[in-house]
């Protein structure tokens, strides 16, 4: 990652954002609603803990023939996506409820889902929403040598594959999570003394850490195993396609939102200042998908609301959608782009799209 010092320009002559936040604070004051979570949130919470843990009982408690065990895996796997993208993200983002202590233990739905909270504000809450799609900031464009999500990162010959085999991969987002991201984004993060929030002390992030991933692989792993009888080799294929299903549709739904063809990549220039204000830089940076469709409004947490998310980060995802007609009302009359794909299946094609540009030889061609 990258050490130049980013500051966004401070100059919104037109007010953009002035005029934007001023109108969405009077809708929730007209129509007299907090810009927190309500009880929709809260039954969609028992809803998706439902579907991630309930097939887990059912799973150690009955003798299911083998493919009914392998349909509540896969279950297991769309409820780990959902608590998720519903529960964990808006709690960790301070939305979930008016009441701090309410959002810290959502928020600790992150370790029931392999990752790590101090981890996660840092790459998403910090990195992430403070530097959308800037190369060398942003850690969501980051994969390592085999992906190439930026214009701005290195080619290498594989990348022209990418297209075919990056599918393949994105399953084993929350596997690296478990295994490995966790404990190199800890040491890095501390030693770069980045937080969300108050700083933590090392040696409490480290025990955190470690007694978690101890518990978490301890509920999933060596009770099943060794209190149950139920073959090794079946929870260990269990658990891999849980995490599967579950990293696959992640992944998918960030890519959406910001590895596609119309969200631009752009670099600071040499003194590392941005062109536009953090705010207008969100509209280039971000695109919505399938708004209108009303299962993946509810299913996605509002993620397909990745506008309205980027600038409103601590409004609930239930007010997106309504919140959606101000910010696009006011983005077109400031003739700023206000990017969105109708459905999901152009949101897919885009990504994929964007995935085999960004795999051809820059030197050959050009981008």
């Known amino acids: 990652m990258s ?10 002559s037109a007010k953009f954002f002035r005029t934007l936040n001023k109108r969405v604070n009077d809708y929730f004051k007209e129509n007299k609603i907090s810009r927190n979570g309500n009880w929709k949130l809260h ?26 065990q392998l349909l509540l895996t896969i279950v297991m796997g769309v409820g780990m996506a959902g608590v998720g993208m519903n529960v964990m993200h808006d709690a960790n983002h301070g939305s979930y409820s008016s009441k ?17 909270v101090y981890n996660w504000q840092v790459q998403h809450n910090v990195l992430h929403h403070t530097y959308t799609n800037i190369h060398g900031h942003d850690e969501d464009l980051e ?5 190439r999500f930026s214009k701005h990162a290195k080619w290498r010959r594989m990348h022209k594959f990418q297209h075919y085999y990056s599918v ?48 978490y692989f301890g509920v999933w792993l060596a009770i099943p195993i060794l209190f149950f009888d139920i073959a090794w080799w079946k929870i260990l294929i269990g658990f891999f ?13 960030f890519q959406l939102a910001h590895v596609v063809e119309a969200a631009e990549m752009v670099l600071p220039d040499p003194s590392g200042t941005m062109k536009n204000t953090w705010a207008i830089h969100q509209l280039f940076t971000t695109v919505n998908f399938s708004t209108k469709n009303k299962i993946m409004n509810w299913f996605t947490g509002g993620l397909n609301h990745q506008v309205e998310h980027h600038i409103f ?12 007609k101000i910010v696009k ?11 969105e794909y109708k459905t999901t299946r152009k949101a897919i094609i885009a990504h994929f799209k964007h995935l085999r540009e960004m795999g051809l030889n820059p030197a050959t061609v050009s981008i």
């Open 3 to 12: 050490n130049t010092q980013i500051t966004f320009s401070r100059i919104d």
């Open 43 to 68: 039954l969609k919470t028992v809803v998706m803990f439902s579907i991630y843990l309930t097939p887990y009982f059912l799973f150690l408690a009955l003798d299911f023939p083998w493919w009914a």
């Open 100 to 116: 701090k202590w309410v959002n810290k233990i959502m928020g600790g739905s992150m370790y029931i889902l392999a990752g790590n």
């Open 143 to 147: 994969a390592g040598r085999v992906l």
């Open 168 to 215: 393949l991969l994105y399953g084993l987002l929350t596997f690296n999570w478990a295994l490995t991201t966790d404990f190199q984004q800890t040491k890095r993060y501390l030693a770069r003394k980045l937080s969300f929030g108050k700083f933590p002390k090392p040696a409490t992030q480290w025990s955190i850490l470690i007694i978690t991933k101890l518990i």
């Open 241 to 253: 396609i849980m995490h599967y299903v579950a990293g696959l549709i992640l992944s998918i739904v």
């Open 313 to 324: 980060p601590n409004i609930s995802h239930i007010h997106y959608t309504k919140i959606s």
């Open 329 to 339: 009302q006011t983005a077109i009359e400031f003739n700023l782009p206000y990017n």
